[in-house]
């Protein structure tokens, strides 16, 4: 049997799973990551107007004349702390987060392709929409609305992007 296994994803990186010696593979590998590059023709987008990103992610990636908008959810980019308040309160900052964040690639909330709004329960669906339509006034986006199980912090709303820069 192989001692470890290399499976190369591009030529700049690659991922390299051990098989520990025993005649059962682990239950999740071990795995080791070369340095990751980001790609010549992607761009990272930053701001401090919205909060950092809690995980190994960027607020925002730019391709072309796209722009990829993480999701935001509602914390106060001063504080890095969840806002105070219900759905109306976490919408609207979310929503701040995004407006940041797609201003900081470069384009424009009426650039916005696509949206993308989870919520913890559709209950809140109504009152979601009408924050929404405040934000983006006439211009109407494509969007989905998907209700999930959680969100990250036990927030009640995230909302992510893809707009054009354009």
């Given at each position: ?129 009408g924050i929404y339509a405040k934000f983006f006034g006439d211009h109407r986006p494509a969007r989905s609305a998907v209700e999930v199980a959680r969100l990250p912090k036990d927030v ?11």
């Amino acid at each position: 049997m192989f001692s470890h296994l290399v499976l190369r994803t591009s030529p700049v990186r690659a991922i390299r799973l051990h098989r520990f010696a025993s005649s059962r593979f682990p239950s999740s590998p071990v795995r080791k990551m070369s340095s990751i590059q980001t790609h010549p023709s992607l761009s990272v987008v930053s701001t401090q107007n919205a909060p950092a990103a809690v995980g190994p992610y960027s607020q925002a990636i730019k391709v072309g004349e796209l722009v990829f908008c993480s999701g935001c959810i509602p914390f106060d980019p001063k504080t890095a702390q969840v806002v105070e308040g219900g759905i109306e309160e976490q919408t609207e900052q979310a929503l701040k987060n995004l407006r940041a964040v797609v201003e900081a690639s470069g384009s424009e909330l009426g650039k916005v392709a696509k949206t993308t709004v989870f919520l913890k329960s559709m209950d809140d669906f109504v009152v979601v929409n009408g924050i929404y339509a405040k934000f983006f006034g006439d211009h109407r986006p494509a969007r989905s609305a998907v209700e999930v199980a959680r969100l990250p912090k036990d927030v009640l709303v995230e909302v992510e992007c893809i707009a054009s820069l354009k």
